[in-house]
């Protein structure tokens, strides 16, 4: 059964930083892209950033450049969201999503399986 | 930057037809996901490649997508489709996008 779950959201301040993690299990982890989608509260779904299968390739959101880092290691079947310079306008649920292709994008299929987020408030 | 655009909300008589609109410019030319999220879930992909159904999800849900707007179709719609939904697409500019969402009422 194919599982990921996000940790490491709270509490920050703003221009303080964070670490999201999702922990994926169930599939061939480095075969699949990865991507963060946020949802701010009461608000829609945003894509922030996605990662390709070997890590090779990374994508952001243009509220994400130069603040946000993704990463992952396949060793650990682990997906990583450095978040730097937060601001209040990051506060959101953060998800971790599945694609169905090894590159960013690349299947055209979006996101077959979601984790059930992780909560970032950005808060003085 | 390319962007989608949906109504914000779809009222449909329980038992009857819901369709739910996903404009965007020449939208017919790309990949449209649907996305089914309730209250306090993560979301759930119901359509995907305009027209392909996951495994689970009913018949009930289908899609179209042609020129500048795509369609979602909740046939004989019951209660417990009551839910936010959102398109998606693939940009080679801008990535992954969300369209704002449209909340569908049952009544």
């Known amino acids: 059964e194919v599982q990921v779950l996000e940790s490491g959201g709270g509490l920050v301040q703003p221009g303080g930083s964070l670490r999201l993690s999702c922990a994926a299990s169930?599939?061939?982890?480095?075969?699949?892209?990865m991507s963060w989608v946020r949802q701010a509260p009461r608000k829609g779904l945003e894509w922030v950033s996605g990662?390709?299968?070997?890590?090779?390739?990374?994508h952001y959101a243009d509220s994400a450049k130069g603040r946000f880092t993704v990463s992952r290691d396949n060793s650990k079947n682990t997906l990583y969201l450095q978040m730097n310079s937060l601001r209040a306008e990051d506060t959101a649920v953060y998800y971790c999503?599945?694609?169905?292709?090894?590159?960013?994008?690349?299947?055209?299929?979006?996101?077959?399986?979601w984790g059930q987020g992780t909560l970032v408030t950005v808060s003085s | 930057s390319y962007d989608l655009t949906q109504p914000l909300s779809v009222s449909v008589a329980l038992g009857q037809t819901a369709t739910i609109t996903c404009g965007g410019s020449?939208?017919?030319?790309?990949?449209v996901q649907w996305y089914q999220q309730k209250p306090g879930q993560a979301p759930v992909l119901v359509i995907y490649?305009?027209?392909n159904r996951p495994s689970g999800i009913p018949e009930r849900f289908s899609g179209s997508n042609s020129g500048n707007t795509a369609t979602l179709t909740i046939g004989r719609a019951q209660a417990g489709d009551e839910a936010d939904y959102y398109c998606?697409?693939?940009?080679?500019?801008?990535?992954?996008?969300f369209g704002g969402g449209t909340k569908l009422t049952v009544l």
């Open positions: 998606q697409v693939w940009d080679s500019s801008t990535a992954w996008v």
């Open positions: 490649r305009d027209t």
């Open positions: 020449n939208i017919g030319n790309k990949n």
């Open positions: 169930g599939f061939t982890f480095s075969s699949y892209a």
């Open positions: 999503a599945k694609e169905e292709g090894s590159l960013v994008g690349s299947a055209e299929t979006g996101f077959d399986y």
């Open positions: 990662i390709s299968g070997s890590g090779g390739r990374t």
